[in-house]
């Protein structure tokens, strides 16, 4: 029978976009982990703090105990920073004609954590933090991931933390517009994030009462959006609210993309801006667009989104104690359980356009544009 090799030094890594809550994962996962006579190190940046530690003054690891995680709960961002660039399973790496190749460098990584004599990784990150989880695993590090991102488009687990701040905030956002858009009798765009799933533009779109919803799953017409404006201009209602999900794209076309830069993924955004100047075309009416981007990533965790980090940070560990390998932390109402790795992050979590929100939204009159 094979026993739970004994833990003295663990190490917490955030890698992707910043979402509320992190620091909530940090603090329970390091407490938890103290008390367990564990050693805790967080790793700056990512990997990079392991991979580049020359680029830092502390070495690239930094000592984690009550003291350095005290007072984070409510703050957002992450105290260990994080970066999306730079993949070790996929590091870019400059060829002598200017162009470069892709370099799996997670051999490298793991001889870094054995160095550190670090017998285990907390992992918390999107699907590319949790894929290179999965594969850090298989080379057998010891890993325990945790699922985060605002977009909420991680599978087999309810919900991540972040997505409920980023949900209030939009909405928030959005009932603010409604004042000054009827004031001035016009279109208001509001462009959300949430990359190639719909989920922040459906939940704040249906909370706000936005009147038009464009999401990626449903590929929307112009003319059927306009269309619903005509429909609430001849109904006596002068202004219009269009919540567009960044990764939204018409029938006869592709995603906005704003660029791509090496070793990242492409980043999505400008679908607002397309929608605002067609809508104002067509109709006659003035249009006005706001992006809300990264204001949905900063700020403080909601109190859902700071239980569910803490819930999660905390069953970390517990899975540690217990000998997993190669789960992730899943939100499992009521409780908090674990999946492989491997599952979490074989599927994009879309919104079913069959789901009970998009029925009510159909319900409220809300349009689609389809
Ligand atoms: O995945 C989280 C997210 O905020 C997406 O919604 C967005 O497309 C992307 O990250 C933006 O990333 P960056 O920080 O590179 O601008």
Not at 4 to 12: C, E, G, M, V, W
Not at 220 to 230: L, P
Request: a neutral charge.
């Amino acid at each position: 029978m094979s026993s739970t090799p004994t833990i003295r030094r663990i190490a917490l890594s955030t890698g992707g976009g910043d979402a509320p809550g992190l620091n909530a994962v940090i603090r329970a996962a390091t407490i938890a982990a103290r008390a367990r006579g564990w050693d805790v190190v967080g790793i700056r940046d990512g990997f990079n703090g392991l991979m580049f530690p020359e680029r830092y003054i502390d070495g690239g690891l930094i000592r984690l105990d009550r003291t350095t995680v005290r007072g984070i709960t409510h703050t957002g961002g992450t105290i260990i920073g994080t970066t999306n660039r730079g993949n070790p399973m996929r590091f870019p790496v400059p060829q002598a004609d200017g162009s470069y190749r892709d370099e799996d460098r997670t051999d490298e990584l793991i001889a870094r954590f054995r160095m550190h004599d670090i017998d285990a990784l907390v992992t918390i990150g999107g699907d590319g933090s949790l894929t290179l989880a999965d594969h850090l695993h298989r080379k057998g590090l010891w890993v325990v991931g945790v699922p985060k991102t605002i977009d909420n488009d991680l599978d087999k687990t309810e919900a991540t933390f972040g997505f409920d701040t980023a949900v209030a905030f939009a909405t928030e956002c959005i009932d603010r517009l409604n004042s000054t858009a009827a004031s001035h009798g016009r279109i208001m765009v509001v462009e959300v994030m949430g990359r190639y799933a719909g989920w922040i533009a459906l939940n704040a779109g249906v909370a706000s009462a936005a009147d038009v919803v464009l999401i990626p799953e449903i590929p929307y017409d112009i003319n059927k959006v306009a269309q619903k404006i005509r429909e609430r201009q001849s109904a006596g209602r002068l202004f219009s609210i269009v919540v567009v999900a960044e990764g939204a794209k018409p029938v006869d076309g592709n995603v906005t993309v704003r660029g791509k830069s090496v070793g990242q993924a492409e980043r999505l955004g400008g679908i607002g801006e397309k929608v605002a100047h067609e809508l104002e075309e067509i109709t006659g009416k003035e249009t006005r667009v706001v992006v809300l981007g990264h204001l949905l990533r900063g700020g403080s965790p909601t109190a859902f989104d700071r239980l569910v980090g803490l819930r999660f940070g905390a069953a970390a560990i517990r899975a540690l104690e217990e000998g997993q390998r190669g789960v992730m932390v899943s939100l499992t109402p009521p409780t908090v359980s674990y999946v492989p790795l491997e599952a979490a992050c074989s599927r994009m979590k879309t919104v079913p356009i069959d789901s009970d929100t998009m029925l009510t939204a159909r319900d409220m009159g809300m349009s689609f544009g389809d």
